[in-house]
């Protein structure tokens, strides 16, 4: 499991990928069977949530710009392709919601004066584009900034605070998850939410 996004996971390229904002995205992909009858599975399709970065080489390579490419896992690779070729294959891909079970979910990384919340089972769109942090002594939102891919950072000083946050999606909907982390936190725990993006 990549990260709480299960198993069917993808590395895109820096053309899909915008800077990390497309972390948490869903694409639906299908091997493109006319193209490559031998390798591709017909009529199969898998859903991937982007969760890294495939690096370019600048040399050609498929996760050189402008191509929009897909280095998936394994199990999600074998869901659209045979066995015995796992390298590259022609794909149709989309963009599609993204079907989560249970609440967005906060991971807190970091230490007293450098904070990361890791946000991830993020449904609808699934890509974050703006995050917001409110701890127990704070009367206003503040804004996080985006560390890399699912992590915000907050340099606030939030240890021993109840924590809330709001979300805003790139599709423009936005949640607010009140009170969602406890006084008792710890770096390293994750809590989820009631809360969801449909």
């Known amino acids: 499991m990549h990260a709480g996004f299960g198993v069917n996971t993808a590395a895109v390229s820096s053309a899909l990928y915008r800077g990390g904002e497309a972390c948490g995205a869903c694409y639906q992909v299908m091997c493109n069977y006319r193209s490559d009858p031998m390798w591709c599975l017909q009529r199969a399709t898998v859903t991937v949530t982007a969760t890294n970065f495939c690096p370019s080489n600048n040399n050609g390579g498929w996760c050189d710009p402008p191509r929009q490419h897909f280095d998936m896992s394994?199990?999600?690779?074998?869901?659209?392709?045979?066995?015995?070729?796992?390298?590259?294959?022609p794909v149709?891909?989309?963009?599609?919601?993204?079907?989560?079970?249970?609440?967005?979910?906060?991971?807190?990384?970091?230490?007293?004066?450098?904070?990361?919340?890791?946000?991830?089972?993020?449904?609808?769109?699934?890509?974050?584009?703006?995050?917001?942090?409110?701890?127990?002594?704070?009367?206003?939102?503040?804004?996080?900034?985006?560390?890399?891919?699912?992590?915000?950072?907050?340099?606030?000083?939030?240890?021993?605070?109840?924590?809330?946050?709001?979300l805003t999606l790139v599709d423009g909907k936005t949640l607010v998850f009140y009170n969602v982390v406890p006084t008792t936190w710890r770096f390293g725990q994750t809590y989820s939410s009631q809360a969801q993006f449909s």
């Open 74 to 89: 394994m199990p999600a690779f074998l869901s659209i392709a045979r066995q015995g070729n796992e390298g590259i294959v």
């Open 92 to 166: 149709f891909y989309r963009r599609v919601s993204c079907k989560r079970r249970g609440g967005v979910r906060f991971t807190l990384k970091g230490q007293s004066n450098f904070n990361l919340v890791m946000i991830s089972n993020v449904g609808g769109s699934g890509d974050v584009k703006a995050a917001w942090i409110k701890h127990t002594r704070s009367k206003a939102w503040v804004p996080m900034y985006r560390n890399w891919g699912a992590n915000w950072q907050s340099n606030l000083g939030i240890i021993n605070q109840r924590l809330s946050f709001k």
